[in-house]
């Protein structure tokens, strides 16, 4: 008996830790990932809060990007003229809105449709990466984006759910 009083007391304590943290850490690291790999597609405008690089100019494809879809990620049924620029602003707009925890829950979902894509069709032997932000993009979606959010201030102001 006593043993498993060991076990629970610990359990219990770890059962405390918030959701809202658990999402917001969440958050702010998938949207690292896809940020850091938007800013690669795109010239003139470069944030980069964890190191400190700030370029605010007018956001441009970067000329590599087409190129990029051309030679190395080849998509079928979408030419890399149209599937750079989407990419790009899809690595902004959608890790955007999950940091500030607006539409949270359709961002992420919009972010594992990407990752899929890139698993299935671009790097498939990188499953062990793709499934870490497949289960970070998963909670997000079953969860919501936690207190600390747009969303969740939208749903107490409003009373609908996250």
């Given at each position: 008996m006593?043993?498993?009083?060991?076990?629970?007391r610990?359990i219990?304590?770890?059962?405390?830790?918030?959701?809202?943290f658990?999402?917001l850490?969440?958050?702010?690291s998938?949207a690292?990932?896809?940020w850091?790999?938007g800013?690669?597609?795109?010239?003139?405008?470069?944030?980069?809060?964890?190191?400190?690089?700030f370029s605010?100019?007018?956001p441009?494809?970067?000329?590599?990007?087409v190129e990029l879809f051309?030679?190395e990620?080849?998509l079928p049924?979408i030419p890399?003229?149209?599937?750079?620029?989407?990419?790009a602003f899809?690595?902004?707009?959608?890790p955007?809105?999950?940091?500030v925890g607006?539409a949270?829950?359709?961002s992420?979902?919009a972010?594992?449709?990407?990752?899929?894509?890139?698993?299935?069709?671009v790097?498939?032997?990188?499953?062990?990466t793709?499934g870490?932000?497949a289960?970070v993009?998963?909670?997000?979606?079953?969860k919501g984006?936690?207190?600390?959010?747009?969303?969740?201030?939208?749903a107490?102001?409003f009373g609908?759910g996250?």
């Open positions: 006593k043993a498993a009083a060991l076990i629970k610990p219990a304590l770890l059962d405390r830790i918030p959701h809202g658990i999402a850490l969440g958050r702010f998938i690292a990932v896809f850091k790999s800013q690669t597609k795109v010239e003139g405008l470069a944030i980069d809060i964890v190191n400190g690089e605010l100019g007018p441009r494809l970067a000329g590599s990007a051309r030679d990620f080849r049924l890399p003229e149209l599937a750079a620029p989407l990419a899809a690595e902004h707009l959608f955007l809105l999950i940091l607006l949270t829950r359709f992420a979902l972010l594992l449709a990407m990752t899929l894509t890139i698993q299935v069709f790097y498939p032997d990188a499953y062990p793709h870490v932000w289960a993009l998963l909670y997000l979606i079953a984006p936690g207190a600390l959010s747009i969303d969740h201030w939208l107490r102001r609908t996250q």
